[in-house]
């Protein structure tokens, strides 16, 4: 293929921007994509592939997947381009294949494993195409950029290339039925005996049978409509799991043992994840990675070696008192709901610290809150939960909600300085949850440092 | 008293569900109608003092057209009856005479409105909306792939004091034509504009109608206001 002067140009643009800003020692993430793609808009056309791409996408647990795979392929000595460093629109991709390629344009590596933000396939697919893509779920996002599950499915559907083996989640019968005719392998996670199902949450984004509109009837709902579902009228039913989880115990330490039915075999994995959520996720690289050639024994070791970046929830425990740090996205629904559900299953008695707001959002006009309206801010509706505190300034609209999601009125407290929540608890309680959304770590560091403060004066 | 729910399992994106648990509480002796895709909806037979249908996808709107098409002359007569429909999102759209998609084909809708919706399937359309009802101030957001098209002069549901209208060049917000109101403000409507609601509730024939958490759903309407007329908004 003839390159233009202009991707020649771009290029070394792009490996200057990536040396300026070594030199003021800041991380090259998304600027020196984007110097590349101002200059060259289909610079991912011209530039040379790695020969083997993993491509991970998916509205929950792409980051988790994507750094478990790439852990485990660089313990397994494969060195792999790679976006963790955090850019997973075309920028970002732009600029880690723009790294490891040579002023020619070839690239470094051979293997290569890249976080693809939904959305961004119209702009990524039509000139990377991976060899494995693995679809995590498809569940209800931000309305304002993602509008709803239909709307990403069509674009996947529409992006991925005919060629990518797909791995697809089996409990998600939205995703699962991504490009139909593409070579797929199924992962899922079987009911476990005594699991505590979540069949109650306010968001099912699918609720009829794809094919004749008729009620789907589910044998099980793990969260959200994440589960397994057969028609009630027509034979549609969820796919097979190719790999599927048969049996899983969490251990104290944040652990699970894992047992993945495979072909007739069972195969035991301890993994570092601490709920089901990352059991999904550990499963999903499982079956990427042997999709890839990776044989049993080199998962399962590197498996032992590797942890989950734990700024996604932090335990900090002061004179007997714990305080709980969880992230959850805001304008999400369900990664909040996912919030509220962990505080809920946690039988101590608890304050919950809610740091919602979203300043960016509120910026520009009023922030925008009917997501609200689909986070299970029931499931905080229970005994062990003794006060929930809203900071910010939106705490009139979170008061109401709470109070129609049922909370005595008596445990809601509001406090508009962010700042100050921490005055507000029940020190009685053993645990303090702070939730938080993404963009307020700040706020949520200021929160437990006066916690801290408070629990040691308390002595 | 009947509240019917249309087709809750499609209409129910954009915090939706907010309204209908929130009506609920402000009308504790209602009776509450779950209308789902292979039912035939009570407003046919009369039996609905208000219908509510919230925001659904696209392929969505394709299937309610297809249910509610036989029921045309049976909404027309409830809409002329005063009977109170009170639809949100984009679900106004199945009444009009038709969607138009983005490689140029006309879906056909009820016709019941002389109206036709434009996707612009790659333009998300999002803004705070402040208009004006009546003697009331509605806050609320919009978050939407469609515009509206055609003179909604005379039967407008609210006109605009900050966003947009039926489409870019409007200032003039939805449909109303009796008890029909048509908006493409979304989720939580009633939850977020108790005045509103309270007047829903009067033509429900609630008698002195306050909503349920009066006081705390007033001091959040009012933050809003006031955030809303004093801080310089732009539309993202």
Known sequence: ?459 | MRVEILYPELCNLFGDTGNVKYLKLCLPDAEFIYTSLCDTPAFVSGDADMVYMGACTESGQEKIIKQLTPYKAKIEEQINKNTIFLFTGNSMEVLFKYIETDEGEKISGLGIFDFYAKRQMMKRINCVSLCRFQEMDIVGFKTQFTMTYGDNSDCFFASVEHGIGINNDSKLEGIRKNNFFGTNLVGPLLVMNPYFTEYIMTLLGVEKPQVAYRKEALTAYNKRLNEMRTKNMKDH
Request: charged content about 25%; glycine content about 4%.
């Open chain 1, 1 to 459: 293929m003839k390159k233009p002067i202009k991707f020649s140009f771009a290029l070394i643009c792009g490996k200057i921007t990536i040396k300026l800003l070594k030199l003021l020692k800041r991380n090259a993430t998304n600027l020196p994509g984007s110097v590349v793609l101002a200059i060259c808009p289909d610079f991912l056309k011209y530039l040379e592939k790695p020969e083997k791409i993993i491509a991970i996408t998916g509205t929950n647990g792409k980051t988790t997947v994507s750094n478990m795979i790439l852990d485990i392929l660089t313990d397994n000595g494969y060195d792999c381009t790679n976006n963790n460093f955090g850019g997973n629109v075309d920028t970002g991709i732009t600029t880690a294949l723009l790294k490891d390629s040579t002023l020619s344009g070839k690239a470094k590596k051979k293997y290569c494993v890249l976080e693809v933000d939904e959305r961004s396939a119209l702009r990524i697919y039509p000139y990377i195409k991976p060899d494995i893509l693995v679809c995590t779920n498809l569940t209800r996002d931000s309305y304002k950029r993602n509008a709803h599950v239909e709307y990403i499915f069509n674009i996947l559907n529409k992006y991925i290339p005919d060629s990518s083996h797909l791995v697809l989640n089996c409990d998600d019968i939205i995703s699962s039925r991504l490009k139909l005719q593409n070579k797929r392998t199924y992962f899922g996670i079987a009911k476990i005996p005594g699991e505590r199902l979540i069949p109650d949450n306010i968001i099912k984004d699918i609720n009829i049978c794809p094919i004749c509109n008729a009620h789907l009837k589910y044998d099980f709902i793990r969260y959200n409509h994440i589960g397994r579902a057969t028609c009630s009228k027509c034979d549609f039913k969820f796919p097979k799991a190719d790999f599927d989880v048969i049996e899983r115990t969490f251990t104290d330490d944040g652990k699970a043992h894992i047992t993945v039915a495979n072909e007739g075999n069972e195969y035991k994995y301890l993994i570092p994840c601490e709920n089901t959520i990352n059991v999904y996720n550990a499963t999903a690289t499982i079956t990427a990675l042997r999709t890839f050639g990776l044989t049993y024994e080199q998962i399962e070791a590197s498996f032992k070696k590797i942890s989950i970046v734990k700024s996604r929830f932090e335990i900090i425990e002061v004179n007997n008192k714990k305080i709980i740090s969880l992230l959850a996205k805001g304008q999400n629904p369900v990664a909040c709901s996912h919030a509220c559900n962990i505080v809920r299953d946690n039988p101590s008695e608890k304050n919950v610290i809610m740091l919602f707001d979203d300043m960016f959002d509120a910026k520009y006009a009023t922030e925008n809150t009917a997501w609200i309206y689909d986070v299970d801010f029931e499931f905080l509706n229970c005994d062990s939960v003794k006060r929930i505190i809203i900071g910010g300034e939106r705490a009139g609209d979170y008061t109401l909600r709470l109070l129609i999601a049922g909370i005595p009125q008596e445990k809601i407290f509001c406090c508009e300085h962010e700042e100050d929540v921490a005055e507000l608890i029940d020190a009685n309680c053993e645990t303090t949850y702070v939730v938080f959304d993404i963009y307020n770590e700040h706020l949520r560091r200021i929160t437990e440092n006066n916690l801290k403060e408070k629990f040691k004066n308390a002595c």
